[in-house]
């Protein structure tokens, strides 16, 4: 095949290192300053056994355990991540692997924190079943994504891998909780962090169409930023609960 008839490639915007340096290694909305806010939510008993789902660089894992005194487990696919995470969480365990089939005992935890991740997945009611399994009777999900408010106007961008472009309807999202066995805690509309991201893209980079040329062709650049930006998206924080009855 010639080279020009080759499709672009995936891009895979949490690696990239110009997002790194925006969000402060966080890799997505509100950073740590949301994660602190819902952690303190929850009041966690210190020494409470905590996993991270898509622990990137390892920043929440330090957080946990140094702020909160939890003991944090980080899960990522990406090997270039965990080895982040090992420099910035050396307290954590890390682990290799996915959210659709996580290799973690039955009910080893007390608490997973999913931020900005669950849709990328690829299976949502598979990743959220996981997550039941591995929580204990009473354990609490964190869960913070961007969503669709309008259903119809989804992005379809095969060649982005991010959770702006594999943004779900929020009513997905809470139904796939029940069906999993979680009872909802608290759900909190967020989109101001959303916005606030944004604005530091244009701030540092001039335009939203700029910072995606950083990663792709003007051609692939302009046709993600016209797609979501004509994609209505917003921006959620829940805690949910897995019941004492569930198995």
Known sequence: MNATCLPPPVVTLYEQDELFELTGG???????????ELLRFCNLEPGSAMLDIGCGPGH???????RFGLLPTGLDPSETMLEKAAQQAPAAELI???????????QSFDGIVCECVLSLTGDITASLREMHRVLRPGGVLILT??????PELQPDLPDLQSCASRALPL????EGLTQAGFTLVTLRERSDLLKQLAGQIIFSH????????LFMGEDEARRTFCALAAAPLGYYALVAEKGVCHG
């Open 171 to 174: 009513d997905v999202v809470t």
């Open 26 to 36: 966080t890799l997505r909305p509100g950073g740590l300053a949301l994660t602190s």
């Open 96 to 106: 290799q692997g996915s959210a659709t089939a996580i290799p973690c005992e039955y």
């Open 145 to 150: 994504d961007i969503y669709c408010k309008r």
């Open 206 to 213: 001039g335009s939203l169409e700029k910072f995606w040329q």
């Open 60 to 66: 929440t894992l330090n957080l946990m355990a140094s």
